[in-house]
T-cell receptor, first 110, second 114 residues
Framework: GQSLEQPSEVTAVEGAIVQINCTYQTSGFYGLSWYQQHDGGAPTFLSYNALDGLEETGRFSSFLSRSDSYGYLLLQELQMKDSASYFCAVRDTGFQKLVFGTGTRLLVSP | NAGVTQTPKFRVLKTGQSMTLLCAQDMNHEYMYWYRQDPGMGLRLIHYSVGEGTTAKGEVPDGYNVSRLKKQNFLLGLESAAPSQTSVYFC?????????????FGDGTRLSIL
């Protein structure tokens, strides 16, 4: 089966850089995804890594190390609107569904 | 383009009542999913479907049933609601399990069982 670990909460100030880590245990690996969810809202897709290295999309970047079963989401130039929960997810071995981590709540303060 | 639409958005039920949650997507996605989200527990998969007429159990299927009679619709049923089923329910859809195809979520249904 699959399991993922993320910190439950991270705090930072506006303008700072924050890293949200995710470690996973899987019987087969098919890529690591990240989703963002604001309070009261729906999860929305942020990024996907299938290969080792860094993927950059604007202020957000996502990193993967398959040998370490580890990835992170990097948020730069933090804004108040980045306060949200962030979930990492891996695809199951049947390739049909995702398994989500329990999420990291990011609190950005002025 | 509406994406994924869930109805209703809010509902309060009494223990033992039944109800159906409707999910509709207009993106011609093959795969559809029902999740529940409880505080501190992330998204847990209830049931999913990989095509019209097919359904499969997820991580927490007990007390729920589903049907996928049409490609664009995925229904979640509670036959006899219990307080433990108080939760926020999300529907999602995606293209056929291609590696980097994301799941698109509806806005959720907030369900309270008294």
């Amino acid at each position: 089966g699959q399991s993922l670990e993320q910190p439950s909460e991270v705090t930072a100030v506006e303008g700072a850089i924050v890293q949200i880590n995710c470690t996973y245990q899987t019987s087969g690996f098919y890529g690591l995804s990240w989703y963002q969810q604001h309070d009261g809202g729906a999860p929305t897709f942020l990024s996907y890594n299938a290969l080792d290295g860094l993927e950059e999309t604007g202020r957000f970047s996502s990193f993967l190390s398959r040998s370490d079963s580890y990835g992170y989401l990097l948020l730069q130039e933090l804004q108040m609107k980045d306060s949200a929960s962030y979930f990492c997810a891996v695809r199951d071995t049947g390739f049909q569904k995702l398994v989500f981590g329990t999420g990291t709540r990011l609190l950005v303060s002025p | 383009n509406a994406g994924v639409t869930q109805t209703p958005k809010f509902r309060v039920l009494k223990t033992g009542q039944s109800m159906t949650l409707l999910c509709a997507q207009d993106m011609n996605h093959e795969y559809m999913y029902w999740y529940r989200q409880d505080p501190g527990m992330g998204l847990r998969l209830i049931h999913y479907s990989v095509g019209e007429g097919t359904t499969a159990k997820g991580e927490v299927p007990d007390g729920y049933n589903v049907s996928r009679l049409k490609k664009q619709n995925f229904l979640l049923g509670l036959e006899s609601a219990a307080p433990s089923q108080t939760s926020v329910y999300f529907c999602a859809s995606s293209y056929v399990g291609v590696d980097n195809q994301p799941q698109h979520f509806g806005d959720g249904t907030r369900l309270s069982i008294l």
